[in-house]
């Protein structure tokens, strides 16, 4: 006898839905009370949610016993594809987004005839599965979660391939996954060999050309973020959400949110996360937050799976390939956003409970080519060392000062790794992140410019873990650094669509804030080398190479030019309020000798081995502790 006539067939034509709400069968089943029916009515109409997810939300039963239930309202029989696994000869790859969308896949043959499970069962499910399988398509009910579980499984090669390749298939010039192009090496080979040249046949006038070259660099810099401060210290760009604005928004008209969470390796500070997200004021019925973590860490995914996490946690296990970065697991999670508005949060992090509501009034008040708007970062442990006072005076000037004034002057806005909040159509149009680039936001914020849109900056905080340990800094800022480089010679093999697209400012605004973050912190070291050497022994060696014009430069440089950061560290702690860090921009220099030390540790990568991802170790500070214990207790 086969094994169809000794199995029972499950695929039914589904039933018009019960008469019976689903909310008054799962009371009649004993999986919800009264009371928790009427909360969640009421707040069903408050968000303008379905029940289903209002109820999953709130962890009032689990999710096998409520998609049991739904599946039961349509007539139709329920299946477990953890155990029932579907048929991998009916999976098609062209349907990728359709399967992650709309919760639905193909699970067996049955009679002659397919057999689909669907954890969102409706009308409009039923008529797109009848126009691609035919009319007579019948149905089985199974979980969201066992959809995402299969579809991972079935189309890991797919869906990894799709997030390493998609940017470099599609438009290679906008990957760095060449570091650097042959033109590039050309030009490189023509100016290094033009150098040699000129110093064989004119040695001095070439190092007086050279060492002007490098002091206007360094005075180009200083000016930069001079304006930068002048425009950023302006209330009228500082403020772009009202409480006014906030309060105006009605949860009904809320859009569904994606939050991913990519993590490695931090199972300790997973509850803090959690309990940071449950406190968001946002409808909970339209959180989509994805737990983006590795395969192999099963350590944080059994930790996830532990804190018994509501219905939209997520976890989306990111199967090895290489490079390991936080891009690549992006943009394979992407494929599972189901949100109108997607944002990144680190493991460590605790956005304002407002930040999300900010944000969709910010969209609302933007121009319709604003794609993506970031939030301000800043530190819950700014005063636990030295480190990490110069670490939050640092994070104030550039999130405080120097993006809102970049928005405002429209030069592209590199952004930070987390708390950057953007329109989902636009970041899959544009193939999302580049997994090959370790500075994957910065490359984006520039990427979204040259592709049309606009980058814009919400006055709301993230606060997140200062580094309190320098090496474990250095690991982090050389990745940093880095990877400007690879965003400086990817966005620099096309100078003129980069200029055409950013305009004069744009251009100008890219070469000394991208650029010239870097080239400072590679060139400084060799200045303050020979200004020591030159004051310690008196020497006279180098005078020839600075006559009097450029001797003042330099002087502008190393005193006024430096004087003024220290000045603009000092002003940066009391616009934030830090007054008890302002003593400590005095000792900013110290603080700079860390970032040439890591610039240079970044070029080394670059140069051996581009594409890897140094981990920042989370977790470390002295409050994670008691922060932990916090979020298990609440």
Known sequence: MSTTAQTPLLGRRPTAMADKPIGRSLVDAGLLTEEQLATALGLQRRWNSRLGDVLMAHRWMSAFDFYSVLAGQFGLAFVNLLQERPDPALFDYQRLNDYSQRLVLPWRREGGR??????????????????????????????????????????????????????????????????????????????????????????????????????????ATFVLKLLLVWYGARRHIDIKVTEQDVAALRDE?????????????????????????????????KLDVKLVLEAGDTETIEAAKALGLEAFFEIIRVPPSQPKTKPKACNYALRFARGTLLTIYDAEDKPEPDQLKRVVAAFRKSEDNVACIQARLNYYNANENWLTRMFALEYTLWFDFYLPALEHLRIPIPLGGTSNHFRLDVLRKIHAWDPFNVTEDADLGVRLIQNGYRVSVVNSTTFEEANVSIPNWIRQRSRWLKGYMQTWLVHMRKPLHLYRSTGFRGF???????????????????????????????????????????????????????????????????????????????????????????????????????????????GISKHMAAERQAALDG
């Open 114 to 219: 397919t057999v689909l499970a669907v954890a969102d069962p409706s009308e409009d499910t039923f008529r797109w599965a009848r126009a691609v399988y035919g009319e007579d398509v019948l149905f089985v009910g199974t979980s969201k979660f066992d959809i995402v579980w299969s579809v991972q499984r079935h189309a890991d090669d797919r869906l990894t391939d799709d997030a390493l390749n998609l940017l470099s298939g599609h438009n290679p010039e906008m990957s760095a996954r060449k570091v650097i192009t042959v033109p590039q090496v050309l030009w490189l080979y023509g100016l290094i060999s033009a150098l040699v040249a000129a110093l064989a046949i004119w040695p001095l006038p070439t190092l007086i050309a050279f060492n002007a070259l490098v002091s206007f660099a360094f005075i």
């Open 508 to 618: 100008w605004g890219f070469q000394f804030f991208i650029g010239g973050g870097f080239f400072t912190a590679l060139v400084a070291p060799i200045l303050w080398a020979l200004c020591i050497v030159v004051l310690a022994t008196g020497t006279r060696v180098a005078d020839p190479v600075f006559p009097p014009s450029l001797l003042y430069m330099s002087l502008f440089n190393l005193i006024v030019g430096n004087g003024f950061f220290i000045y603009i560290t000092l002003i940066a702690g009391f616009k934030r309020g830090y007054e008890q860090l302002v003593p400590y921009a005095l000792t900013v220099p110290f603080y700079w000798v860390l970032q040439s030390i890591s610039a240079y540790k970044g070029l080394w990568q670059l140069i051996h081995n581009p594409f890897y991802w140094e981990k920042t170790t989370h």
């Open 253 to 285: 008209d809320l859009p569904v949110y994606t939050v991913l969470v990519p993590m490695y390796k931090e199972p300790d500070v997973l509850p803090i996360l959690a309990n940071a997200l449950r406190r968001l004021d946002y409808p909970i019925s």
